[in-house]
């Protein structure tokens, strides 16, 4: 039998064929076909119990580099005042946010993305090459909350996402388009802390 093309050949073809067809089955939607990156900010916030102002930590991270990726927020002291007469609560905040799945839409993305909140009197961060703890004094009295949420949230490009919790705890989600200079294509509503 006698092939049209020699066989090196033939399998420089097969191959050139298949790599175009994956770079046609790309996502019509992906921002790369034009250049741009998506970043994705987020922000767990409080209020901070010694000036009253908001307090928290703001981050972005490119998109393609969050697929099943966990953030664990720093930690940090909260308290509540039922009421003047009672004395105040305090607790630790420990937040973590992970995402474990995104795809490009029409005018944004869609992200799986998990969330927990864990307020109690002493919390521990133990990470590679990081610990550290915080605790609120035995006399003081205590505050404790959990939250713990995974949803499939729909991020149209520049709209925040808030999720409110007990306690004046937020957690905020923005996608946003970059171009290939680096600029912001999308104005994310989430204040630098």
């Known amino acids: 039998m006698k092939y ?3 066989p090196k050949l033939s ?3 097969l191959t050139a064929a298949m790599l175009s067809g994956c770079s046609m089955m790309r996502n019509p ?3 790369a076909r034009n250049k741009e990156t998506v970043n994705v900010i987020n922000a767990m916030t409080w209020t901070n119990p010694m000036s009253g102002k908001r307090d928290g930590i703001r981050t972005g991270w490119p998109l393609a580099q969050l697929a099943n990726h966990e953030e664990i927020f720093p930690l940090a002291q909260i308290k509540h005042c039922d009421n003047a007469a009672m004395p105040c609560k305090w ?3 420990s937040a973590a946010r992970s995402i474990t799945r995104y795809e490009y839409i029409a005018g944004g993305v869609t992200l799986d993305v998990g969330f927990s909140v864990d307020v109690h009197r002493r919390q521990q961060d133990r ?3 990081f610990h550290t703890s915080m605790a609120i004094p035995g006399d003081v009295p205590a505050l404790s909350y959990q939250k713990k949420d995974k ?3 729909v991020l149209p490009y520049g709209r925040v996402y808030r999720v409110e919790m007990e306690y004046g705890i937020r957690y905020e989600i923005c996608a946003q388009r970059v ?3 680096g600029r912001a294509l999308d104005k994310c509503d989430i204040p630098y802390i």
């Open 29 to 31: 939607h992906d921002p």
């Open 4 to 6: 049209p093309y020699p």
């Open 11 to 13: 399998l420089l073809l």
């Open 91 to 93: 607790g630790v905040l």
């Open 151 to 153: 949803e499939g949230i």
């Open 127 to 129: 990470r590679r090459n």
């Open 179 to 181: 171009d290939a200079a």
